[in-house]
């Protein structure tokens, strides 16, 4: 019998997977930074807008660094548990990866971090699903 050409799933997205490569080079991208910066920090983030982040970005490219991707491959990159974490105590923050964060690698103290951090902050036009102020 010839093959039915009903009920086929047609996917007409032009967008590809993240295979099994990227994330390897995200792991390996966190370990890097994890060697030669000595401090991590986590940052939650809602309703981010792309040009106010490259301008962070930018401003603090000779000092920091960011990296955001999926939290299950951020956390496996930091390691899941005592055994294979990348360097002390990194586990512990590898459990708080849940939501909308993003790891920032810094050469930086905790209060200019803190500071710089606590600077940033925007008003713009309300997307989908913001509360009205």
């Not at 490569?21 to 930074?33: C, D, F, S, Y």
């Not at 983030?45 to 000092?63: D, P, V």
């Not at 990296?67 to 990159?77: D, E």
């Amino acid at each position: 019998m010839p093959k039915s050409k009903r009920n086929k799933v047609v996917n007409l997205t032009k967008a590809k997977k993240k295979d099994r490569q990227w994330k390897e080079g995200l792991i390996t991208q966190v370990r890097n930074a994890i060697e030669e910066y000595p401090s991590v920090c986590l940052f939650r983030h809602h309703n981010m807008r792309n040009e106010l982040f490259k301008a962070l970005r930018e401003e603090l490219k000779k000092s920091s660094r960011f990296v955001m991707g999926s939290n299950k491959v951020l956390q496996v990159a930091l390691g899941k548990t005592s055994a294979d974490e990348a360097r002390n105590h990194l586990s512990l923050l590898s459990d708080r990866l849940a939501g909308q964060v993003g790891l920032m690698f810094t050469k930086l103290s905790k209060e200019e971090v803190l500071q710089t951090l606590g600077e940033v902050e925007h008003d713009d036009f309300a997307r989908a699903g913001s509360k009205a102020v």
